[in-house]
């Protein structure tokens, strides 16, 4: 029998001792596993990447070993990882931000008391490869509108406010408040109070392809206040007082979303994120699919309080399974705080240096014959 060779992995990751990532012993690990699970019914929905350990074998074992009840106490757990797993420290400082699921008044026809429509996406809209894309391409532009003659730029956020599609019945649904529209593109799904006493749930459908330009930095840099002034609640209550100004700062984030209604996710579950299963309050993270797939384990150390009272500071394992278009990074993360006002408040306040380290699962050692040691 052949001797397991030792993982190779990148130089940005570095072993760490569980016994050093602070708050490990106090965090309840069940619940990170419990939350992993959801990969398991939708396999198709662990990302593709050379990581070692995240091949289908060992997720497959891992998807029994969650299923166990022997290992659901934070005590069994936690030994469960510690003994199957390696945990690594990715050397590149992190840093976090919060998101959530807003829930807001909508009507299916425009009104005038609802005015400001969220888009479907246009037909033929696509991401555009980076290899074998046109040569005349502008290399800053992802996505694109597929023509005879091949692909076409979208127009962008300052182009569809003044109109650009607005020939193309592409209207989804109408909110009363221009900002709260905003903001659901910058968190990409929302719950919807529908005025025929209906909810509708709408997710992330596709974009423009244009950067994303975040207007809270835009302020920073022009000197209307530091970046600790501008987390959501200060830069909805800066849009409040310049009303005037609203519009010309919005159009200078480029980048536009498209929406779709979302029917997975039962209406006790969360949003749909990017790995295509409903989202868990305080286990999802969004991360950069460029370097870490979804489904992976990382184990999150910032500088907030948690939100469960225990008045520690913020430190959980969590699960990759959403991304956003600011999320750009190998320790860059948007921690996912639930639906509704009190998680659009704590979501808000979340602009935090971070420490992430990748839990890699040894295949050797992870089967659901020994999980329960």
Known sequence: MATPQSPELPDHLEKVAFRDLAGWDND???????????????PVSFGATGLPGHDPATLRALCRVAANPDIATPDRARRFFETRFTAYRIKDPGFVTGYFEPEVAASRTRTDDFPVPLHRKPEGLEAIPMEGRPDDWPPELSHGRRTGDGFSEMPDRAAIMDGALDD???????????????FIHVQGSARLRLTDGHVMRVGYAGKTGHPYTGIGRLLVQRGEGTPEDFTMTGLRSWLSANPDKRDALFSENRSYIFFREVLEAEPDEGPVGAAGLPLVAGRSLAIDPAHLPYGAFVF????????DGSGQAFSRLMIADDTGSAIKGRARGDIFTGSGDMAG??????????AFSLLVPDPVRTGAETATD
Do not use: M, T
């Open 345 to 354: 408040e704590l979501a808000g306040d979340i602009r935090h240096k971070a």
């Open 168 to 182: 193309e019945n592409l209207e989804l649904v109408w909110l009363s408040n221009p900002v709260d529209a905003y």
């Open 28 to 42: 309840d690990q069940h619940k990170a596993l419990a939350a992993f699970q959801r990969f398991c019914s939708k």
């Open 300 to 307: 999150v150390e910032a500088g907030f309080k948690d939100p």
